[in-house]
């Protein structure tokens, strides 16, 4: 082992061995086809993130229903999912380099807009209080057989990610989508198996973890990706969090990702540097802090996403043993190559900075930096470099003559 962290190798529980400490967190690629198959696009730009050094990347959530996405251009993977070859080829690209490819596995629940869902699904028919109650239709509760029925969708799609050539799977817990909606109390008010106490709320993602362990096998790495809290009154809270890592942890999951926040809340995506603490400035991640909770009471392998700007950062975050893997992901969007020049030993930065269209209103409403942040993906996706001398404005005003006004209540993060 050697003292500069994250050149490490890991071997996680099931046997799998990352190359480093670096990973490619998931960004949502919106760039399917029409019938949700992926296409060259996603060959490009994996390919490009596979020869840039990390040991892990995560994909874009991949959905698994069709009749309920979070994006119109989401890959969607159900039985009747034509595109096979188009997803071999995918994984190909991105297992270069003896780089690990896992497929980030979604449902949207409630949070699949109103132009995509007339009718979405939810543990219960609560719906979004305003402003998202003008982009999301008031959900219907899933029966209990549905219930079962998407856990065996979670399933399907792992086996046609692991059968296409991917080497692990991550389910998505956090940020909003089905399974965080089923952990909360806020969105789950159900009075059967499925709801009440935080046991019974913790079920649906045991459930799925298990399902997919038993067809996937036990050399298969299985990961979930999991919010420390909502932040929101009344929602899924740290003390909530640990107790369900700990039996996530129990049930042999192999890796941890920790973010936090929903659409209502969004923490994932950052607080303006004059709003946090100074000392999350001093160590950027967001989480860190809640990661050393975790650490105590799991041994179970962690990732921890968000903030991490600087090779100074990231070997504190991993020197600390809070975290044994450190997420990137805007950082790789502008700079594939960033995580070999991290592993080259130099002092380096990212030079992902705040963004401004120069007018604090559009700034305020609209989703800036995920829109221009995507079109850094989709210029990969078209064999360019990425432009991070890109003007905002004109990015934005660029994605609404391409995709119309609509299309900014459709981007979501990873």
């Not at 003292?3 to 099931?14: E, K, S, V, W």
């Not at 298969?220 to 999991?226: H, Y």
């Not at 305020?364 to 995920?370: G, N, T």
Request: charged residues 20%; hydrophobic residues 40%; aromatic residues 8%.
């Amino acid at each position: 082992m050697s003292n500069f962290q994250m050149a490490n190798p890991l071997t996680l529980p099931c046997g799998a061995v990352l190359k480093n400490r670096l990973a490619k967190s998931a960004m949502s690629e919106n760039m399917a086809l029409r019938n949700f198959e992926p296409n060259q696009k996603f060959e490009r730009v994996y390919k490009r993130w596979s020869s840039g050094g990390v040991g892990l990347i995560i994909t874009g959530n991949v959905m698994i229903d069709a009749r309920y996405l979070g994006e119109p251009r989401n890959v969607a993977i159900g039985p009747s999912f034509a595109g096979m070859s188009a997803l071999k080829k995918w994984a190909q690209a991105g297992t270069q380099n003896q780089t690990h490819l896992w497929m980030q596995i979604n449902h949207p629940g409630k949070q699949s807009p109103n132009i995509l869902s007339k009718e979405p699904v939810a543990p219960s028919a609560i719906a979004f209080e305003a402003p998202l109650s003008k982009l999301f239709n008031k959900p219907r509760a899933l029966s209990e057989q549905e219930v079962l029925e998407t856990i065996e969708r979670y399933t399907f799609t792992a086996l046609k990610a692991k059968e296409a050539g991917f080497t692990g799977v991550q389910i998505h817990g956090a940020h909003g989508y089905l399974v965080s909606q089923f952990l909360s109390p806020r969105h789950n008010q159900r009075t059967d198996k499925w709801g009440g106490s935080l046991e019974n709320r913790m079920r649906f993602a045991l459930s799925i973890y298990e399902s997919m362990r038993k067809a996937l096998g036990k050399s298969f790495p299985i990961s979930i990706k999991i919010n420390s809290a909502d932040f929101q009154k009344g929602g899924f809270s740290e003390d909530d969090c640990l107790r369900v890592v700990e039996a996530l942890s129990q049930a042999g999951v192999d890796l941890i990702e920790i973010s936090g926040g929903t659409y209502e809340a969004p923490k994932m995506m950052g607080a303006k540097s004059g709003a946090m603490k100074e000392s999350t400035q001093k160590r950027e991640a967001y989480f860190l802090e809640f990661c050393e909770k975790v650490r105590a009471v799991v041994k179970t392998s962690i990732m921890l996403t968000g903030g991490f700007r600087s090779s100074v950062g990231i070997e504190h975050a991993l020197a600390s043993k809070a975290c044994d893997v450190v997420g990137l992901a805007r950082s790789v969007a502008l700079n594939p190559d960033f995580p070999n020049q991290l592993l080259s030993g130099k002092s380096v930065e990212s030079a992902v900075r705040p963004l401004t269209t120069g007018i604090k209103a559009v700034d305020h409403l609209l989703p800036l930096e995920i829109i221009w942040y995507t079109q850094q993906i989709h210029r990969m996706g078209k064999g360019k470099a990425p432009n991070p001398k890109a003007n905002a404005l004109c990015s934005l005003l660029a994605n609404l003559a391409a995709t119309g006004w609509q299309s900014l209540s459709r981007v979501r993060a990873g």
